[in-house]
């Protein structure tokens, strides 16, 4: 499967099926990214590579995160998207991320997420097969630590501090959910033994699960926005200006001598004169009208329908988690009480 189509003739209509437009309506396109890093413990030169791969440690390892080899890429979406006016001003209606394989035949068509239990050592008692051949590609958020965060991580920062060697020291990480809906950095999960569900998985339009993948092939990742945890991290990163996710994997790998996905990225040869592309959206957002946080269908009351998705929701993470921690609970009751219309 070959490329050179434009974006626009790739994204298909029927992405926005469903999703009423109205004038607040805006629709955030990029061909390339802002940024865009191989986010390896030994990539020597961050941010200015011409492809970055993705891919797992050795099963049973206790060095390096599970989910080793990825990729994050970016984008300013401030200049289009009006920033800084709370996550309920952005309704996502649709967002679509478009990567272009830069190897031949090096990796295994997967379109299916694999449970943990197939990463695990073969003596290891949880231990199961898989069920299909090849891993798939995995799209989530990205979260920081150690001082980093959104407003100040650069595609040059740091990768972690600490020993390269050790587990959940990078600065930057995939970030996804627990079965409540918790944020937490996905890429050790299997050593903590349970399948964090990816904002998206890479999907080829006419691919074949198990076949090999051809250089250039589009791989095309169609966030679920029915998660509200999914919605809710694009609102919040649009509120702050800019939206970043994690591309990984868990292919297979041993020590200097595996196969595995490469993407290309922006700073490639091919990509600066059309023969390739770096990665690409499409976000498509209605704007509401601004109003407090407590007022969750910005009706202009917060009322008994506003306690109704509170309540809903409880335990999880989504609109109604208004100090941030994480959880929908009884500090974010109080919250909406004490905001409650008379």
Known sequence: MRFNPPLSAILLPALFLGNTASAGDVTFTRSAPDLDRWNYPFNSSPGVR???????????SVMFDNRDGQMIVGWTTSGEIPAGNGADAYAVLSCTIELMVANDMAFLYDSTLDPFTAFLPTNDSAYVADADAGQPIEL??????????LANWQETSPYGTGSVLDPQIRNAFALGHTGKGKVTDVSNSVRERWTPTPFAIGVIEGGI???AVAMNTVMRFQLDLNRPAVAHYIAESLHEGRLLFSITSL??????GSN?????????PLVAVDLASAARIELHVGLNPACVPEDLDCNGVV?????ATLLSDWGSSGSAD?????????????MLLNAWTS
């Open 260 to 268: 595995f996905p490469s993407f290309y990225c922006r700073e490639n």
């Open 50 to 60: 011409p492809t970055a791969s993705t891919f797992g440690n050795e099963a049973g």
């Open 303 to 307: 009322d008994a329908a506003d306690l």
């Open 209 to 211: 699960d198990g076949d």
């Open 251 to 256: 292919t297979r790998t041993v020590q200097q």
């Open 322 to 334: 208004f100090n941030g921690d994480g959880v929908i609970d009884a500090a974010d009751l109080s």
């Open 140 to 149: 989530y958020g990205t979260g920081f630590r150690n001082g980093f965060s």
